[in-house]
């Protein structure tokens, strides 16, 4: 009987593949120091960037301020606007938002808005609602009524939110003029030339930023590109909001003021939980 044998030993082949696995550079560990300053780093830029999400130019006025997160409020939706001086509504459809006055009477405002609720889009029953903080209660109460009796079901009321970013050690809250922001912007484009994996790579999150900054070892120094990065990104006229929906309702919850009260006082008890209300003057 032939034996046959068999090596066990690897074959040249086996031996260049090993030799040129082990042949692979191997990243330096991040160094500590590097390591520390990006803890959290991700976290907070991922903050900021659903903060500037929620951002929105205020044209005229402001809106109350309420205690909430920012969060991007819809705006393909028919929008009301209302000011102690103006009242305004435009439908979902509308790209230019442009000589939308509802008129004076209650007829005209009734009218109106009935016709806006009659035109076709994706959110047929809801309404935004942007009432200026300085607004009389009366008025606001009667424009809420009309959008009701014009046959919307929920109104998606637009307030001025709370940021929660805190801000880089000695870094104004607001970026207050052009060339400060314009500085920001080119100081981050030249720091970016610094870090191979920041520059060539395609980062869309802050995650991904903090990866290439560690891949450099902090080349680029991560608290100067918080720092810019804020001050690029909180420019003063954009104003994060937050959105309230609630239903309307004649059974809902009160929600009633002085008549002389202003919209920022009386819009308090609308924030605090009431998923179906009917606002009203005392």
């Given at each position: 009987?032939?034996?046959?044998?068999?090596?066990?030993?690897?074959?040249?082949?086996?031996?260049?593949?090993?030799?040129?696995?082990?042949?692979?550079?191997?990243?330096?560990?991040?160094?500590?120091?590097?390591?520390?300053?990006?803890?959290?780093?991700?976290?907070?830029?991922?903050?900021?960037?659903?903060?500037?999400?929620?951002?929105?130019?205020?044209?005229?006025?402001?809106?109350?301020?309420?205690?909430?997160?920012?969060?991007?409020?819809?705006?393909?939706?028919?929008?009301?606007?209302?000011?102690?001086?103006?009242?305004?509504?435009?439908?979902?459809?509308?790209?230019?938002?442009?000589?939308?006055?509802?008129?004076?009477?209650?007829?005209?405002?009734?009218?109106?808005?009935?016709?806006?609720?009659?035109?076709?889009?994706?959110?047929?029953?809801?309404?935004?609602?942007?009432?200026?903080?300085?607004?009389?209660?009366?008025?606001?109460?009667?424009?809420?009524?009309?959008?009701?009796?014009a046959g919307y079901t929920h109104?998606?009321?637009?307030?001025?939110?709370?940021?929660?970013?805190?801000?880089?050690?000695?870094?104004?809250?607001?970026?207050?003029?052009?060339?400060?922001?314009?500085?920001?912007?080119?100081?981050?484009?030249?720091?970016?030339?610094?870090?191979?994996?920041?520059?060539?790579?395609?980062?869309?999150?802050?995650?991904?930023?903090?990866?290439?900054?560690?891949?450099?070892?902090?080349?680029?120094?991560?608290?100067?590109?918080?720092?810019?990065?804020?001050?690029?990104?909180?420019?003063?006229?954009?104003h994060p909001h937050v959105g309230?929906?609630?239903?309307?309702?004649?059974?809902?919850?009160?929600?009633?003021?002085?008549?002389?009260?202003?919209?920022?006082?009386?819009?308090?008890?609308?924030?605090?939980?009431?998923?179906?209300?009917?606002?009203?003057?005392?």
């Amino acid at each position: 009987m032939a034996i046959v044998g068999i090596a066990c030993g690897k074959s040249a082949e086996d031996k260049r593949s090993a030799g040129s696995a082990e042949a692979k550079p191997v990243k330096p560990a991040i160094d500590p120091a590097c390591a520390a300053k990006l803890e959290g780093f991700a976290t907070w830029m991922a903050a900021l960037d659903d903060e500037k999400a929620a951002y929105e130019i205020e044209m005229s006025g402001h809106l109350a301020t309420i205690d909430r997160a920012p969060a991007p409020v819809d705006q393909e939706l028919d929008t009301i606007v209302l000011t102690p001086n103006r009242l305004e509504g435009y439908d979902a459809s509308e790209s230019n938002h442009v000589g939308g006055d509802l008129g004076k009477t209650d007829t005209d405002i009734l009218a109106k808005l009935t016709k806006m609720h009659a035109q076709t889009n994706k959110n047929a029953d809801r309404i935004r609602v942007d009432i200026d903080e300085a607004t009389p209660w009366a008025q606001a109460v009667r424009v809420v009524d009309a959008i009701q009796k014009a046959g919307y079901t929920h109104a998606l009321f637009a307030f001025a939110a709370t940021s929660k970013i805190v801000p880089p050690a000695g870094v104004e809250p607001w970026t207050m003029t052009e060339e400060a922001h314009d500085a920001a912007t080119a100081k981050l484009a030249a720091l970016k030339k610094g870090c191979k994996d920041w520059n060539d790579g395609i980062i869309t999150s802050g995650k991904e930023l903090a990866a290439a900054l560690a891949s450099c070892n902090c080349a680029v120094d991560p608290d100067d590109v918080r720092v810019q990065t804020f001050k690029a990104t909180r420019w003063h006229q954009a104003h994060p909001h937050v959105g309230v929906l609630v239903q309307l309702g004649d059974g809902g919850t009160a929600i009633a003021a002085p008549a002389s009260a202003t919209w920022a006082e009386g819009a308090k008890q609308l924030v605090a939980g009431p998923t179906v209300v009917k606002l009203a003057v005392k």
